[in-house]
């Protein structure tokens, strides 16, 4: 009995403590932050965690504000809270023997590619407000579906206006009124995963198709973390602490930070690891930041990297010399005449409001209506297009910063550099410059897949021999599902609703890879996550190096995902939690800092010798990059999931930079689920250049593939 009301007591403090932040937040001091305090697994040893997380509390901040300050408790799959602190505070909490770790509730971002449309434009280009919310709408449709399957333990919780049925089976939301999608970024990402089967979906009749998720029988959960402010760090590990406790599967995020933080400081990363540790795989957006920026770096994250489909969309444009253009845009508007009079946006502005700098980016404010109506203005930046329309004009060319298509509220193109330059040698040359915009085609991209440039990439800085990102996936002008109730081109006067849209981003690619690893979960459905990442990463298709030769491997990681092919990958590089705590425990020299995992009682593993379904080598850095010899070894484990007896042979890339040898090189098999152990040593001269190489097994059926780096940071 004492246990029964133990337990609603449990719940219900948990919703008075939020109540009360809620109600009585701002009577906290101004110098209190909001803190994440990690405590590792859950011990079972208080049956009432939360009264627990208060107890701890008590010993640092005042009896009177405890209440206030605690914002959540982690107490389902994990242990911990979010409170806000004094600095003062903070420090003792640090040093409370069941903290693990300690750190600032940052703010995350989704990761579409909105911002990066203003990719290497001037400081003073206006921003676009970006108002995000990551959820799902109740229209997934559920029709064939029998009740959700018996071990879900979820709930739908969705709030106001939120219905669940047996696609869509749970909801939850963090931090805001309601888990509806006002955005479209959770309805997309979800539906590209999951969504149901739809004949001749499109936007506007372009990218016309049949839209399906990757697996389109399995049921979807939303748990709603970002609001208008962004995404919450002690929001997104309170649904880490819920998922895991509800069921799922899979979880696919594709929200990141901007900067990487320590595997024990990062929200995702912490989530992930007891997801994994409860069989469940996380997969996660590498970010849209490009260059050397990737965040996702836990080697228990499956990191996805962005690239292009053979589909492309172009915006035609038609000078009133019968040149005809490509740009890119996805135009759904269709001007009605032949040609409209072309304006430069700088002749056509106020002079009162703007500088000419302004004037020629067209920023907001400076085009003056009157000058506009029926015409079509230039613009040195793309993101003039916005002005252009509050504008009235009846559309817009700019020069793009980024060689993608995003959804225009008006008819508008973005060009080249050289293009762009010649409309303008085409307007200075001309007395009545006119111009069409035609609605946007499809078109083959010969050249894919290609990494997008907005893509981020390693290498790793908290863990420079774990390559990542891991694979990339389709994430440019992805056609999915979206929410009606959502501007598509991310301008609030632009009223359409739609049921369909396109966006890029690695936060379309990463619910693609969740798609294919819930559809070799379902013909495998006791296969450990890091199995079922090791089947997605050897079986990739190798990457066509002359169109991705930016970064190479810190671009795409092992290649591009194959889902077919992974579901018979024939051997797998399978890890196990302890593995993870042993390399945790080689990276961190404070072995308290692990809460509950105790490293001094455990062995070590270098980074290096984790058991990866890739294999990299950073060699430290150098004053000069000449020729520096170097010899390193690795240890790999494969286990084999293909046929019984089956023997594979080892083939290696070939270089006179370097020297690769694999011992045994080859590998017998009598029995399935079998392991077998080898070594990798590479020796050679360092020159500077990233060494890309890479190591397959082969059986004559199956082809297990992983790259090989070997580099310096530089
Ligand atoms: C719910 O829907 C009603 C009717 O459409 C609307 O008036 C109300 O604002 C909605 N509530 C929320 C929280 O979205
Ligand atoms: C830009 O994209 C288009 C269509 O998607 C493609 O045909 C073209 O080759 C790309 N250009 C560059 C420079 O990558
Ligand atoms: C095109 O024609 C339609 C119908 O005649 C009209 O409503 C619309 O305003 C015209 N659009 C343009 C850009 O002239
Ligand atoms: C067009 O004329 C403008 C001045 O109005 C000048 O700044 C620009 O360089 C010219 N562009 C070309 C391509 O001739
Ligand atoms: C149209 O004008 C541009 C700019 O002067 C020029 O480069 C182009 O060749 C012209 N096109 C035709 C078909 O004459
Ligand atoms: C979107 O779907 C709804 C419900 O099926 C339908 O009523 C509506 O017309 C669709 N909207 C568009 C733009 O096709
Ligand atoms: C960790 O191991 C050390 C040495 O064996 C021991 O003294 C310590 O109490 C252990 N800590 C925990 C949290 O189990
Ligand atoms: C594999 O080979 C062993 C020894 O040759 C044999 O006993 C066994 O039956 C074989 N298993 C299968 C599944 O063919």
Redesign the pocket.
Known sequence: MAGIFNLKFSSILLVLCVLALANHGHALDEERKLYIVYMGNLDGKYKLPSSHHINILQEVVDISLVRQSLVRSYTRSFNGFAAYLTPQEQEKLADHEEVASIFPSKTFQLQTTRSWDFMGFPENVQRNPTVESDTIIGSFSDKGFGPPPKKWKGECKGGSNFTCNNKLIGARFYGSDSARDTEGHGTHTASTAAGSIVKGASFYGIAEGTARGAVPSSRIAAYKVCSESGCLAADILAAFDDAIADGVDLITISIGGNTPEALQNDPISIGSFHASQKGILVIQSAGNSGYRSLASVAPWIFTVAAS?IDR???TKVVLGNGSILTG?SVNRFKLNGTTFPLVYGKEVSSSEQCDEEWAKTCQDGCLQKNLVKGKIVLCDSFSGRQEALRAGALGSIGLGGV?I?FVVPLSASAL?KGDFSLVQSYVNSTKAPKVDILPSES?Q?L?AP?VASFSSRGPNSIVPDILKPDVTAPGV?ILAAFSPKASPSEILSDKASVNYSILSGTSMSCPHVAGAAAYIKSLHPDWSPSAIKSALMTTAWKMNVEHNQDDTEFAYGSGHIDPVKAADPGLVYETVQEDYIKMLCSLISDTSTLGNFNCSEKLKTNPKDLNYPSMTVNLGSFESNQNIPFAVKLIRTVTNVGCANSTYKVKTSVSSDYNINVNPSTLTFEKLNEKKTFEVKISGKYTGNIISAALEWSDGVHNVRSPIVVYSFY
């Open positions: 292009t492309g969309i172009v890119k060689n298509s080249t078109t991209n050249d290609r002008e």
